[in-house]
């Protein structure tokens, strides 16, 4: 016999040592598996920021994630899940900045080495603790092939690239505007950039014509940026402004004269349809000011401060300040037209939350259409399949109108640009080199090295090659690229999915992956999105510490719908986690009995050994439970293969909560004890059915199935439950005649037990019954469990057969059948019969109030029309309360409402 489990579970009793134990048998690795035992499946890990510290979304991403790799782990692949951190530029950078700013510097203040080895230190202090973190939520990574972007083995993967790249002509030098944050001070793609709704203004601002015969109105939702006007554009087919195409305006607070053009590209439905063109500060501007060879003028510092190219008086001035200076200027000057309300998207900087700038910049672009055609087209074909699939219009519109990727950052954390400028004035030789260049290769004097750093989406793009060797022909390269699994949320799909197919197919000439997986976003109540700054986060490491890892797990996967988010309460974890940790109980509990009462292996349950159980020695409830377990082996299979994971893990919770502990394991109670033959059948039987229900919940809920599942009797030490055979369907198992046979038991049963809570018939007191059959079939099902029944209902008698009494609860089953729980015995009827009167009586005055209160016309054309409704639902209520309890009286045989003291009985 097994050695008894403790009496209670404990989550922090088991995971941390069943964590270790795994790690320490290498069955994370598919090297633990033969060569050519399976074939391989392949996830790459979403990688964490080198400096994050673990939240829901991680929780959420990386059990999926888990799920996945458990799962096909059983089914015999040889998994192998990819994890890493990314350096993540701007992120960390910033952090180590705030951290020099509490010692008052800067990292101007350190110089460039200095600071990147000061960032290294915090990284190398602070690195792995994600990834530890990830673990106790049971991650099943390989962590020996763990990477970091900025390893050597990646960075020379991010050079070879670029170089590679650039000598295609995908990557170029271009001057053009850009988003720029003023804080982080640097360059941001378009994907960088969060767009906000705010409430603005319009500002309506008269440019005087320079001859003094009126002005033009311009429009605009930043007026300190006129300051560098070098043009107003209008509409050329716009009749209001025709007559003053080729004029000039002059330019208030700067006083300089500048011309009016025509362009189609303005709007002439905006404001008044003339506009002012600030070609250093809009993009529209700058491709305006390029076809009319405009002059830019630069009027923002990095800082996004007023810069020596506009009047004195502004330079230095923040920009929003200058923007209130440059609008009372108007104002005193009697050139502010009107000033208009106005709600529009701002771009911010998706890091740090500063508004953006436009800004005209010298940047490196990759050029994206030409990567962005066969990524399209491996979608259009169906070779990529998105999970749910509506991602994949937003997957085909954005690759639509693609831009190119700017690709260049104003940091000095991340990997540096290979690119070197020759000083020499008669060379000046530009060089895109694999490996460092000390001298220019044109001229061989000095070179300097371009002093940006790439995106850090540049090194995560490459990922699914770079991390397992390349650009070397590894093993691992040849055995595990390409990937089949991407699992992500929807809000990197362009950041770094989208392109991880574009780099794939253009490096390797295979898709990384083939099916995409965007889970939902975990949100509060409020449907707000869980983040620092709202203070609605939950912290994952609370819940595990509270109420184990197992149940963190259960709660998020349960919760989770395809492409739906994922709702959590953070001002009440008890409600939101403990009904998962209740389930774990009971699982432990049932377990508990199961493997206490095991002496020894089960006799087999098929095959030839002369041990196996014939089908002819099962019992009803016997073939029903191992017809509801092969139901639900095909039913979770074919949701796990579907990504319903929350549909695999009802059906698994169904079957253990309801099937196995709520009714098989209270059914063979007896035959376990000895006090019924039978008893090495009923051992059989439930311990298959319950090792088959923890090798399907393994994949949610690993900890607590790993444990239980090595207490069976025998089981080698080294045997887990996270490499066991997944579960087949079996056609020898299906049984619909035991399902439905045992279903009536079940029915019944429970029709029983309503019968006693509508009457509240205390729980231990005992009752008769009398089931009226339609159908022989039945009679002789319940017959064969009239000794379930009468021990899980609670009854005295059951006689199957025609009923003769006539006061007492009634039920109908679903097979015709009906049941009848006489009550004469059980409760005092004068006394049920008068106080179901009273409350009738109470109802019927009730129902007569409110009819009168919603006929009167006053009353419903007056109120609104909530309060109406509301009135309303409440009569329907009574009304429906008072049909209830009248038809109990009359089951019970009373008399009228109004007599109280007489449950006439005939």
Known sequence: MSEPLAPQYNPSSI????????????????????????????????????????????????????????????????????????????ATQNVVERLLAQDGLTRFDLGRDAFVERVWAHVRETGAVILDQLKAIGSSADWSRTYFTLDEGLSRAVRETFVRLYEQGLVYRGHYIINWCPRCLTALSNEEVDKEEVDGRIWHLRYPLSDGSGHVTVATTRPETMLGDTAVAVHPSDERYRRLIGREVMLPVVNRSIPVLADDAVDPEFGSGAVKVTPAHDPLDFEIGRRHSLPTIDVMTPEARISLAAPERFQGLDRYEARRRVVAEFESAGLLERIEEHRHAVGHCYRCATAIEPRLSDQWFVRMEPLARPA????????????????????????????DWCISRQLWWGHRIPVWYCDSSSCGMISVSRTDLSACPGCTGPVRQDDDVLDTWFSSWLVPFSSLGWPDESRD??????????????????FWVARMIM????????????????????????????????????????????????????????????????????RDLESTFAPARNF??????????????????????????????????????????????????AEATEAYERFRLNEAAGAVYRFIWSDLADWYIEQV????????????????????????????????????TEALWRRFPERPVTASISVAPWPRPDARARDPEALRDFGLVQELVGAIRGIRAEYSIPPGQVIRAVVTTIDRVASASLEQERTTILRLAKLSALTVGENRERVGGHAVLSDGSAVFVPLGDTIDIGRECGRLGTEVDRLTRLVESQENKLGNEQFVSRAPGDVVERERQKLTAWKEQSEVLAKKRELLGCGAAGQRGSGAVE
């Open 15 to 90: 995971e941390s040592e069943l964590y270790r134990w795994w790690t320490e048998q290498g069955l994370f690795s598919p090297d633990a598996r033969a060569p050519g035992s399976g074939d391989p499946y392949v996830i790459q890990m979403p990688p964490p920021n080198v400096t994050a510290v673990l939240h829901m979304g991680h929780g959420l991403n990386n059990t999926v994630q888990d799920v996945l790799i458990r799962f096909e782990r059983m089914r015999g692949r040889r998994t192998l899940w990819v994890p890493g951190t990314d350096h993540a530029g701007i």
């Open 376 to 403: 399209l087209a491996a979608y259009r074909s169906g070779t990529i399949r998105f999970v749910p699939e509506r991602r994949g219009e937003d997957y085909t519109a954005w690759l639509e109108g693609i831009r």
């Open 477 to 494: 390269l040849r055995t595990y690229y390409p990937g089949h699994t991407l699992v992500s949320s929807p809000d990197i799909l362009f």
């Open 503 to 570: 780099s794939g197919l253009h490096v390797m000439g295979q898709l990384p992956y083939t099916r995409i997986y965007l889970h939902g976003v975990v949100r509060d109540t409020q449907h707000r999105k869980m983040s620092k700054s709202l203070g609605n986060g939950i912290d994952p490491l609370e819940v595990v510490e509270r109420y184990g890892a197992d149940a963190l797990r259960y709660s998020l996967i349960s919760g989770m719908s395809v492409g739906t988010d994922v709702i959590l309460d953070p």
């Open 584 to 633: 774990a109980n009971k699982l432990w509990n049932a377990g508990r009995l199961i493997l206490s009462n095991l002496d020894g292996p089960p006799r087999p349950l098929a095959g030839t050994h002369t041990a196996a159980v014939r089908r002819g020695e099962l019992a009803l409830a016997d073939r029903w439970i191992i017809a509801r377990c092969d139901a639900t082996v």
């Open 669 to 704: 109670k007896p035959r376990l004890y000895g006090e019924q033959p039978g008893g090495d059948i009923a051992r059989a039987v439930v311990a298959q059915t319950f090792d088959v229900a923890l090798r399907l919940l393994h994949p949610v809920m690993p900890f607590i």
